[in-house]
Each structure stands twice: as structure tokens, then as C-alpha cells.
């Protein structure tokens, strides 16, 4: 099963920039996408990408965020520009029928 590793996460003032990573153990060629669960509150899908690089994004952060991916497939990338308060959550990748362990992004000032 593969391992996936986020890191990137912080605290940052509303307006702010944050690029999220997602490293997996192998390539993984399937979707991958990102998730955030902020309190009280259910997960929801972020961004996906396909092995082809097709992307989706949820209506809340098109134009703001954007998801790639690299190095063979096993790394995936959240750069998040224009972030706002209600983007403080912790974000999670799932890939490979596996989830990161989250890390947390917060956005105050």
C-alpha cells in the first residue's frame, strides 16, 4: 500500500501563499487528490489530478489554487495563492486507496 507524506502547511496572513506537497512511497498512477476537514465540519475534495494531468477543482478555490504533479508521479503539489480565512483546515492527499496524515493550514492575521 502506498505511503503519502503532506508537509507545507503553516500559519499565513489572509492574501497570503502556501505550496502543499504530497510524497508517496511509489508512483502512483491513479487520481490524486487533495482534501481539507476544517472543524466541525465534513472532508471535502480541494483539487484532483489524473495520471494524465487532468485537473479539477472545487468552485470555492478555482482561480486560487492550483494542483500538480512531479518526479515520476510520486510527489503532488497544492500551490494556494489569495488564501482566506475560511481556508484554514487541515488538508489531507488520498492516492493509491491511501490518505496522508494532513497538515494543517491556517490563514489569520
Known amino acids: 500500500q502506498v505511503q503519502l507524506v503532506e508537509s507545507g502547511g503553516g500559519l499565513v496572513q489572509p492574501g497570503g501563499s502556501l505550496r502543499l506537497s504530497c510524497a508517496a512511497s511509489?508512483?502512483?498512477?491513479?487520481?490524486i487528490g487533495w482534501y481539507r476537514q476544517a472543524p466541525g465540519k465534513q472532508r471535502e475534495l480541494v483539487a484532483s489530478?489524473?495520471?494524465?494531468?487532468?485537473?479539477n477543482y472545487a468552485d470555492s478555490v478555482k482561480g486560487r489554487f492550483t494542483i500538480s504533479r512531479a518526479n515520476l508521479k510520486k510527489t503532488v503539489y497544492l500551490q494556494m495563492s489569495s488564501l482566506k480565512p475560511e481556508d484554514t483546515a487541515v488538508y489531507y492527499c488520498?492516492?493509491?486507496?491511501?490518505w496522508g496524515q494532513g497538515t494543517q493550514v491556517t490563514v489569520s492575521s
Open positions: 488520498k492516492g493509491g486507496g491511501s
Open positions: 511509489r508512483s502512483v498512477f491513479s487520481i
Open positions: 489530478i489524473t495520471s494524465d494531468g487532468g485537473t
